[in-house]
């Protein structure tokens, strides 16, 4: 098959699951449970086996969460921040990037939009939403009275993937604690996400974009929006005006708490 259009499938399946999530692959998925809930059944009737279980002692040394703060935690800046984490080696998306995207913006911001990862030239200049979906971005932010300057812009993974595929569980789970920390930081009133993934991994929530659009969210008393990322709507133009509707409800919100 041709890379490129290899590619155009890939994109397109990504466009689909961000919009309708795991309701795509429920039918599958059903199948698979009920297939196992069967081996199950059939493996309680057999006979019993003897297993010998050896208990080796755990190391206090690896223990995880022994509730020692890194010296990135215990940063009192966005700038401090950065210089404790730029150099981060703790999922292999590290292995590739060419910059750490740390994020830029207003650091006193009352808004931040939250994407979900660095792309080619994001990597290239070491600032998030520099390409064309960037260039988009800009345009729905002035459009609803935003420019860049006033609000923060950042990612839920802070290194390109390979590809530019959907990080994967355990990289957002160990970028996202950065994250975190500019968010307390900068203390926002909003969050627009950008994207499924970008909401699955500030939300923790399961639902399709599609049953996300809409609502209003809660992250640590910070009330939270989803939209599509502008990465889909360049692929998929048609969802603009949809995307238009969701953002023009975020300019209301905002304006009725700040």
Request: glycine share 6%; net charge positive; proline share 5%.
């Amino acid at each position: 098959m041709d890379s490129s259009l290899k590619k155009k499938i890939i994109e397109a399946l990504k466009d689909q699951k961000d919009i309708f999530g795991d309701d795509l692959f429920e039918e599958k998925i059903v199948s698979a449970k009920t297939k196992t809930a069967a081996a199950k059944e059939y493996a309680a009737k057999q006979p019993a086996k003897k297993t010998t279980v050896v208990k080796e002692p755990v190391a206090n040394s690896i223990l995880p969460f022994n509730g020692v703060k890194e010296d990135w935690e215990k940063t009192s800046s966005l700038i401090e921040l950065n210089k404790k984490i730029c150099n981060c080696t703790k999922c292999v998306l590290h292995k590739g990037r060419n910059n750490f995207v740390f994020g830029s913006g207003n650091p006193n911001a009352k808004v931040m939009v939250i994407g979900e990862g660095p792309g080619a030239e994001e990597d290239k200049q070491g600032l998030p939403f520099v390409g064309r979906a960037g260039q988009l971005l800009t345009d729905i932010l002035k459009a609803i009275k935003f420019s860049r300057e006033e609000v923060y812009i950042g990612n839920i993974v802070k290194c390109r993937p390979p590809d530019n595929r959907t990080p994967l569980t355990d990289e957002m789970d160990t970028c996202i604690p950065y994250l975190k920390k500019q968010i307390e930081l900068i203390k926002p009133k909003l969050i627009l996400c950008l994207g499924l993934t970008a909401a699955k991994g500030l939300l923790k929530k399961k639902e399709s974009l599609t049953k996300m659009r809409g609502q209003i969210f809660d992250y640590a008393g910070v009330k939270v929006m989803v939209t599509f990322h502008p990465a889909a709507l360049l692929r998929n133009p048609n969802w603009k005006k949809d995307c238009w509707a969701d953002v023009q409800k975020f300019r209301k919100l905002y304006d009725e708490i700040r």
